[in-house]
Nanobody, 120 residues
Framework: EVQLVESGGGLVQAGGSLRLSCAAS???????????IGWFRQAPGKEREGLSC????????YYEDSIKGRFTVSRDNAKNTVYLQMNSLKPEDAAVYYC??????????WGQGTQVTVSS
């Protein structure tokens, strides 16, 4: 089964940067580049929200309005890894960040999450 492991979270001051990684493994029949990868976050007391995704076909990307211009998603298929570069972090960006791998909308998998804390 596909496994996703997020890393790169931590404590950062407002205005700072972090780069999250989502490393994938366990593929059978399909390869990493068959999967669209999404980034989500969930703050305490709030619902999980979708932030960004990168497609499986042409690496097209999507960003939710609150992170446009500050976050950048990219993928390295040779390393089975997707990154989320987060700049100009704000206290409201604090949350647990998750990645999700979606196989042509038929199956999807979640990582365990990585905590991001932003101090003001």
């Amino acid at each position: 089964e596909v496994q996703l492991v997020e890393s790169g979270g931590g404590l950062v001051q407002a205005g700072g940067s972090l780069r999250l990684s989502c490393a994938a493994s366990g593929f059978t029949g399909f390869t990493f580049d068959d999967y669209a990868i999404g980034w989500f976050r969930q703050a305490p007391g709030k619902e999980r929200e979708g932030l960004s995704c990168i497609s499986s076909s042409d690496d097209s990307t999507y960003y939710e309005d609150s992170i446009k211009g500050r976050f950048t998603v990219s993928r390295d298929n040779a390393k089975n890894t997707v990154y989320l570069q987060m700049n100009s972090l704000k206290p409201e960006d604090a949350a647990v960040y998750y990645c999700n791998a979606d196989l042509y909308s038929s199956h999807d998998y979640w990582g365990q999450g990585t905590q991001v804390t932003v101090s003001s």
